[in-house]
């Protein structure tokens, strides 16, 4: 047994020992200071020299492999724990893994329907329903996927405006006025159809005494749970293979809108986003629209072999 394995294995039996790890516990390490080893052999360099940039290097080769930043994180702990111990040793004078840090993981693309789903989640209608809650659900749905608005926006609407509304509609303007992030104030226009379901919904919505545009059936503002709640069980009667919550319709709306006019900065200011790089991954969702068209679409696209 070489030096560097004679150490590693003190080390596992340190862990195993005075830590009082778990067995499975102590198999990833070996996995982990197995591959730890096998960098050091490649570089040609002993475990008691390694350097910060062979750890990254290292680290960067396991990421061009494929390994996730989770993935790299996990053994880069088990690294640090490795040479931690071999300082309270005093065989080496650094931790070379201190500083070094797994890749971050790509931002996830957020989840948005197509626009048949949008569409038809929109046109729902249910028979079985009495008419106050259908008219004030069919609204929700109309305003959240025609405005883009967050969920904590549209339950803070008022009827109308006054001194104390964090939000209202202006149905003579064909606006919607909402407090959003960072107590930012936005006007957002409403199309036709959701204008058409809210005019439908104050009707019936009849003169409570709360001043919240959207009520429960106890008359009381309604929440953004019960929004949750009432869009999961309208997508799912609609016949929409996933379960649609309140942002995925906000995602929708951005995604769409892009789609047909390229303007970002334009959604940027419907959405209300402080800065255009949080708006700047619809781009990216819009990317993968086209690549899954151009996919189903043009003859070339799954050729794998043969002349270019």
């Given at each position: 047994m ?16 005075e ?15 197995r ?7 490649a ?25 996730s ?6 053994i ?13 040793e ?44 259908e008219a ?44 959003g992030?960072?107590?930012?104030r ?5 199309g ?28 009381r503002r ?15 009667l ?71």
């Amino acid at each position: 047994m070489d030096a560097g394995a004679a150490l590693v294995e003190r080390y596992l039996e340190h862990v195993r020992v005075e830590k009082r790890l778990a067995e499975r516990t102590v198999e990833l390490y070996a996995l982990d200071l197995r591959k730890l080893q096998a960098g050091a052999e490649a570089a040609g360099v002993p475990l008691l020299q390694v350097q910060a940039a062979h750890v990254r290097r290292w680290v960067a080769q396991m990421h061009g492999a494929g390994r996730s930043g989770r993935g790299i994180a996990l053994i880069l702990s088990g690294w640090r724990g490795f040479y931690t111990w071999l300082g309270r040793e005093g065989l080496v004078n650094a931790n070379p893994v201190v500083d070094v840090r797994a890749p971050r993981a790509p931002r996830p693309l957020p989840k948005a329907l197509s626009v048949d789903d949008s569409v038809r989640l929109a046109s729902f209608h249910r028979e079985d329903q009495d008419p106050w809650t259908e008219a004030r659900d069919a609204a929700i749905v109309e305003l959240l996927y025609g405005c883009g608005l967050r969920v904590g926006e549209l339950v803070g609407l008022d009827l109308q405006a006054s001194a104390q509304a964090r939000g209202w509609i202006d149905l003579d303007a064909a606006d919607a006025h909402v407090l959003g992030k960072g107590a930012k104030r936005r006007s957002v226009p409403v199309g036709a159809q959701a204008l058409a379901a809210l005019k439908a919904w104050i009707a019936a919505r009849g003169q409570a005494l709360e001043p919240a545009l959207f009520l429960n059936t106890r008359g009381r503002r309604l929440s953004a749970h019960g929004v949750w709640t009432l869009l999961r069980r309208r997508s799912l009667l609609a016949g929409l293979a996933t379960p649609v919550h309140p942002h995925m319709l906000r995602h929708s709306f951005a995604s769409h809108v892009l789609q047909s006019s390229a303007d970002l900065r334009g959604v940027q200011e419907l959405l209300g986003h402080a800065h255009i790089a949080t708006t700047q991954v619809y781009t990216r969702l819009d990317f993968q629209h086209l690549a899954q068209a151009y996919d189903a679409a043009h003859p070339r696209a799954r050729r794998k072999g043969g002349a270019g």
